[in-house]
Structure formats: structure tokens, C-alpha cells
């Protein structure tokens, strides 16, 4: 796995201080929340992220997990709910967490999805953003870093499934890149 990575873009050290910081946040947002917090993660590319970030929050949580499937800029193949594990979120102080924010297809289609379930409140939550593609309108309430509009993998996000262990954000070398990357 290592022969195949060019550069690391965020060390793990960064990503584990900036995680610290972003935890913060999210205490004092939800702090005092009598019901706690429901986090709903977008899988699988925010499985490590979401790991880490909910084990530094100090309130009380629950956890939602939805799977979407993306082609990526594809018109006639648009972002999809695949799964759901159904955690009730009406009523309820919602924080929709994700690796990373590209197009915001993803993003969208799953605020659309839990606005429509009636929550109390509802923000979001990237680890990464890549400014230059991200949609204006579409503003996550937390970053972890804005990125430059390169591929990138480690920490949960993959290529073709793969790299997801890889602990630091990284570019893979020339030609293993992809031009064309269906994902969920
Ligand atoms: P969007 O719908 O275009 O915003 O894409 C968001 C989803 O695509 C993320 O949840 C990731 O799973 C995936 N994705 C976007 N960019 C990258 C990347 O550079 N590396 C790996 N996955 C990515
Ligand atoms: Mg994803």
C-alpha cells in the first residue's frame, strides 16, 4: 500500500490535533442537550473520521449510519440513499458527519433526507472540503481542511475500495489515480 502513495496531503497528527478542535465545537453546540445528540455518518468513506471525532464528545449520543451511492457528476445516475439504519431523528438535534465535501451531491441528498424527517436542529460536519469544486450554497457548519481538487485517500477514504487503512490523507502516485470513480 505504501509503494502506491505519492504525498501525504494531512498527517495524522494534524488530522488527530484539528479532531480535538472540531470535538470541541461540537460540545459546545450540543453540550446541553437533554435528549443528546444524533450523529448520522456517511458510510463508508466517514468511518474512521466519525470514530474518532464521537470519542472525544463528552455528551450523549446516538448514532445513524446511510450509505449513498454516487456517480460521480453523472446526471442520469444520480446520488442515491442505498441503506439506512433508521434512527429516528424527528424532534431530535442532528449532526450529519462526512469525510469529504466534492460536488455536495452527497451532502445534499442527505440533508434533504433527514430535513424531511422533522429533526429540532440540523448542522454538518466535513473532515475535508475541496473549496474549488464545493458548491456556494453549500456550507458544512464545520471543516476540518479544505484540500486542493486532487484525489485523495487514507483515513477512511478510498480508491476502488481501497486505502481506507492507510492512517494519513494522501495522493496516490501518478497513474493509479482515477479518472472515473463510482463510490459509496
Ligand atoms: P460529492 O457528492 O461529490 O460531494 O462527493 C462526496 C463523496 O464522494 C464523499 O463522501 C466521498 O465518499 C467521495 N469522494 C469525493 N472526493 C473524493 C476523493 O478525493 N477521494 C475519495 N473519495 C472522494
Ligand atoms: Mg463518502
Not at 479532531?19 to 468511518?47: H, K, P, T
Not at 454516487?70 to 446526471?75: A, I, K
Not at 433527514?114 to 473549496?131: D, E, H, I, N, W
Request: proline residues 6%; neutral net charge; aromatic residues 6%.
Amino acid at each position: 500500500m505504501q509503494a502506491d502513495i505519492d504525498r501525504i496531503i494531512v498527517s495524522r497528527d494534524r488530522i488527530a490535533a484539528r479532531i480535538r478542535e472540531m470535538a470541541d465545537a461540537v460540545g459546545e453546540w450540543y453540550g446541553n442537550s437533554e435528549q443528546g445528540l444524533i450523529i448520522v455518518a456517511i458510510l463508508s468513506g466517514a468511518i474512521i473520521f466519525v470514530a474518532d471525532l464521537i470519542r472525544r464528545l463528552p455528551m450523549k449520543m446516538k448514532i445513524g449510519l446511510i450509505t449513498v451511492s454516487s456517480y460521480h457528476g453523472s446526471r442520469s445516475r444520480p446520488a442515491q440513499i442505498v441503506y439506512s439504519s433508521h434512527v429516528d431523528v424527528t424532534g431530535r438535534d442532528v449532526l450529519i458527519v462526512d469525510d469529504i465535501l466534492d460536488t455536495g451531491q452527497t451532502l445534499r441528498l442527505v440533508l434533504a433526507e433527514l430535513a424531511r424527517q422533522g429533526p429540532a436542529s440540523l448542522r454538518t460536519c466535513v473532515l475535508l472540503r475541496k473549496p474549488d469544486k464545493a458548491p456556494p450554497d453549500l456550507k458544512p457548519d464545520l471543516v476540518g481542511f479544505d484540500v486542493e481538487d486532487v484525489f485523495v485517500v487514507g483515513y477512511g477514504l478510498d480508491y476502488n475500495g481501497h486505502y481506507r487503512n492507510f492512517p494519513d490523507i494522501a495522493v496516490l502516485k501518478p497513474g493509479l489515480c482515477p479518472t472515473y470513480r463510482p463510490m459509496v
